[in-house]
Nanobody
Framework: QVQFVESGGGLVQPGGSLRLSCVAS????????VNWFRQAPGKEREGISC????????VYEESVKGRFTISRDNSKGTVYLQMNNLKPDDTAVYYC????????????????????WGKGTQVTVSS
């Protein structure tokens, strides 16, 4: 089965940090740009960050810019999302996805163009 496997979610207090990990299962993400999405209860799934394979370029949605950092270790086949200064509004299920392109496109926030997904990991920010 071709999918991502996310991990690292949990319950954290406001202002705290978490690091999410994403590995590929059934395929290699070696040549693919990888995206992080999230979906809060009652809201649509939204793209928040992307990292290209070709040059490691990153993009961030405004609400997470300066707080979240996406990175990848191609030798381990893993993509990370370091989340700092977490807020209650960050509470959501977080997903990895790829459209199987090697670079991040302008539509990186659109879930409809993604081909491979994971099942997600829950992040809850609450005191």
């Amino acid at each position: 089965q071709v999918q991502f496997v996310e991990s690292g979610g949990g319950l954290v207090q406001p202002g705290g940090s978490l690091r999410l990990s994403c590995v590929a299962s059934g395929f290699s993400l070696y040549h693919y740009a990888v995206n992080w999405f999230r979906q809060a209860p009652g809201k649509e799934r939204e793209g928040i960050s992307c990292i290209s394979y070709m040059d490691g370029r990153t993009v961030y949605e405004e609400s997470v810019k300066g707080r979240f950092t996406i990175s990848r270790d191609n030798s381990k086949g893993t993509v990370y999302l370091q989340m700092n200064n977490l807020k209650p509004d960050d509470t959501a299920v977080y997903y990895c996805a790829t459209d199987r392109s090697s670079v991040c496109h302008g539509n990186y926030r659109n879930p409809k163009v993604m081909d491979y997904w994971g099942k997600g990991t829950q992040v809850t920010v609450s005191s």
